[in-house]
């Protein structure tokens, strides 16, 4: 099989893709849609419609590729997943060719077409892979500073650690939903500062938390370990992530082992897996890491990706208001470098596996990634396009994060991750 360069922007596809379509022909973000008439199944995004993977394979337009069709036919991504890269290369490859303008195989077939391709506005896009288990890191230096400004020492904002390990904890893969599940406010046990009790009650402190996280493509056994080098061949790929967070049941139940209720009621992740393929033409240098990390944590090239992404407000029946505009460039930590430490003491790892980047804050205001830095812990409440103020989330407000990376043309976009606070029951 030749070559094709997937990414090239000179690539038009003869699906019609809007200007600011996120799914052009140079992306190909693989998910799980469901119709009326269709199971859930794999798909790909290629500007308004959905490719459906499950046809294609069973009118043969992947019998050059050699692959188990089954696993496109599955509710989940996780069996495809596990065929490895080589594999998600050749499909993502496959594709592109097929989309091609220049190709006819499938653009002159018109039943052909009318079989594969589904107007995304006509399906139900679902949790794209059964999540094993589930990391959240607290890799922006900016969020980690304003953090540590606010509740520490606003002269060390940094712990001691900060700088040499890429700090996480294991949250809960249970309660990580798709985009547009709504979700109640949380409940539980919080305490003023000054009150001898706590009492139990919803949260008045519910926030948003602006992440991206990755899904692990290939597995690790008991013991063994990741190298910063071999990283990225264990990397299917990355979504945008909502860590909705409870901060009144944070600050009381987080001393000594860390959030629990407070993080693990509700996540949300966009539904379009983005390949670290099709990111490839955007990534850049990361901060200087300054002191130098443990030889284990070195890595070569460049492993940050230019990906803008934004947060806004949607107050029920009222215009939104976008509240943060941050980058994954801020990363202090990269992907590989979490991946490294996360199994440097041989912690396995599984293909469907989820590790979130933690809060990706920028370092100027206006990029910051959380309702508790954007007001300065309420202190200074946000203005809202309908004449309201925010200092955290209203029941019946939406919270929608969008991302892409943009250059020579080219848009590679994550479609929205959204989600609408519901009251508590
Ligand atoms: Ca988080």
Known sequence: MTTRDTNSPTLRSWVQVPANSDFPIQNLPFGIFSTPRRSPRAGIAIGEYILDLNALAEMG????LQLDKKVFSQPVLNDFIALGQKAWRAVRSRVSELLDEKTQALQSQPEAREQCLVPMSEATLHLPVRIGDYTDFYSSIDHATNMGKMFRDPENALLPNWKHIPVGYHGRASSIVVSGTPFRRPKGQTKAPDAEVPTFNPTRLLDFEL???????????????????????????????????????????????????????????????????????????GYTQEPAVLPY?????????DIALEVAIKPENAAETVVCRSNYKYMYWTMEQQLAHHTVNGCNMNVGDMLASGTISGPHEGSFGSMMEITWRGTKPVPMADGSERKFINDGDTVIIRGFATKNGVRIGFGECASKALPAV
């Open 297 to 305: 944590l070195e890595y070569t090239g460049d492993k940050n990706i």
């Open 211 to 285: 992440e991206t996280a990755f899904i692990v493509g290939k597995p690790t056994q008991l013991g063994e370990s990741i190298s910063t080098a071999a990283a990225d061949e264990h990397i299917f790929g990355m979504v945008l992530f909502n860590d909705w967070s409870a901060r009144d049941i944070q600050a009381w139940e987080y001393v000594p082992l860390g959030p629990f209720l407070a993080k693990n009621f509700c996540s949300v992740v966009s539904p379009w897996i983005v390949t670290l393929d099709a990111l490839e033409p955007f990534r850049v240098p």
């Open 61 to 64: 337009y992947f019998d050059v």
